[in-house]
């Protein structure tokens, strides 16, 4: 089974202060993904990245950056935070060959 | 471009009932289409898929799905609603490019009434 796991499954955080957010696969997959979720807005994809050191902005990328060093590994930044980045973060995997995607559990991160 | 409508936030049925969660789409390349589903406070799970062959797809706990080129639909069944179908459901279509990009749609809350 595919394996998706984010480092925290809730974060609270001040404004202005440096968040990562990380997800790490078990899989092997080339392409990992960024989401945010928000009531109403469904999905909206923040970063991808298609191969290590690669990466594309997304629909969303205003506020963030990403990183990925090693395959498995796909980090989310958040630089200096700020309120309307409170929300549900999703990280997802998945291979070159095939499209659906596997998701981690989500990060619920809160700025106050 | 590859878009995804799907057709009602919220769908409430019966326990037992006959649920049908409605999903449109366009795509300018041949369609890969997915339906996720999403427990509260989980990530999304595939429950089943089309890329090619069989039109009808079958998928986990019991959905189903059919693929309808000409009416641009792929609408999730399932028979008889069990309360823990409870959950929001995602369809999604795959976008253009290699990089495995899908486009979601806002998702439909399913409530299962007993």
């Known amino acids: 089974d595919v394996k998706v796991t984010q480092s925290s499954r809730y974060l609270v955080k001040r404004t202005g202060e440096k968040v990562f957010l990380e997800c790490v696969q078990d899989m092997d997959h080339e392409n990992m993904f960024w989401y945010r979720q928000d009531p109403g807005l469904g999905l909206r994809l923040i970063y991808f990245?298609?191969?290590?050191?690669?990466?594309e902005k997304g629909d969303i990328p205003e506020g963030y950056s990403v990183s990925r060093e090693k395959k498995e590994r796909f980090s989310l930044i958040l630089e200096s935070a700020s309120t309307n980045q409170t929300s549900m973060y999703l990280c997802?995997?998945?291979?070159?060959?095939?499209?659906?995607?596997?998701f981690g559990p989500g990060t619920r991160l809160t700025v106050t | 471009a590859q878009s995804v409508t799907q057709l009602g936030s919220h769908v409430s049925v019966s326990e037992g009932a006959l649920v049908l969660l409605r999903c449109n789409y366009s795509?300018?390349?041949?369609?890969?289409l997915f339906w996720y589903v999403q427990y509260p406070n989980q990530g999304l799970q595939l429950l089943l898929k089309?890329?090619?062959?069989?039109?009808l797809v079958k998928g986990i706990n019991g959905f189903e799905a059919e693929f309808k080129k000409s009416e641009t639909s792929f609408h999730l069944t399932k028979p008889s609603a069990h309360m823990s179908d409870a959950a929001e459901y995602f369809c999604?279509?795959?976008?253009?490019?290699?990089?495995?990009?899908?486009?979601f749609g806002d998702g439909t809350t399913l409530t299962v009434k007993p």
């Open positions: 997802a995997s998945s291979s070159g060959s095939l499209w659906e995607q596997y």
């Open positions: 990245s298609y191969d290590v050191k690669m990466k």
């Open positions: 795509s300018s390349v041949p369609p890969y």
């Open positions: 999604a279509v795959r976008a253009g490019g290699s990089a495995g990009k899908s486009t």
């Open positions: 089309y890329t090619t062959g069989a039109t």
